[in-house]
């Protein structure tokens, strides 16, 4: 039964090793996710019609993406593993202190653009690593 578990645990990590990878695109996802969450948002407080639950699921995918994007990087890009970890304390904020946003839009807005320099930093150091790694 050992046998066959780790058997399975091999299998799987050689799956799932490119994603695994620090080169894997895990930091622009995540960047990607963030920005359109933002712009959903936007949208959302100029009274477009976009519904609040689109708004929210945004929100839960961009703290998945940015988990996933920060837990790959931090055994071989611990700089950009930090700045994602950094992002992250922002959006597990949000919904203590930015809740209401329709009442207070400048609190949540605030809040949420806190993100947005770890966010360009863990690109930066992304697209610094992929332009490293094609030099050598």
Excluded: I, K
Excluded at 53 to 58: E, G
Excluded at 97 to 105: L, M, N, Q, S, V
């Amino acid at each position: 039964m050992v046998g066959t578990a780790a058997r399975v645990l091999v299998g799987l990590r050689a799956a799932a090793g490119p994603l695994l990878s620090p080169r894997a695109p895990w930091a622009p996802a995540a960047c990607a996710v963030y920005a359109a969450n933002l712009l959903v948002g936007t949208a959302s407080l100029r009274r477009h019609r976009m519904p609040r639950s689109l708004h929210h699921r945004l929100f839960v995918l961009t703290c998945a993406t940015t988990s996933c994007a920060a837990a790959c990087s931090l055994p071989r890009a611990r700089s950009r593993g930090l700045a994602l970890a950094g992002a992250l304390l922002p959006l597990a904020a949000l919904p203590r202190f930015g809740a209401h946003a329709r009442r207070r839009p400048r609190r949540h807005v605030l809040l949420a653009a806190s993100a947005a320099p770890f966010y360009l930093t863990a690109l930066a150091l992304w697209a610094a690593g992929l332009r490293d790694h094609q030099e050598a």
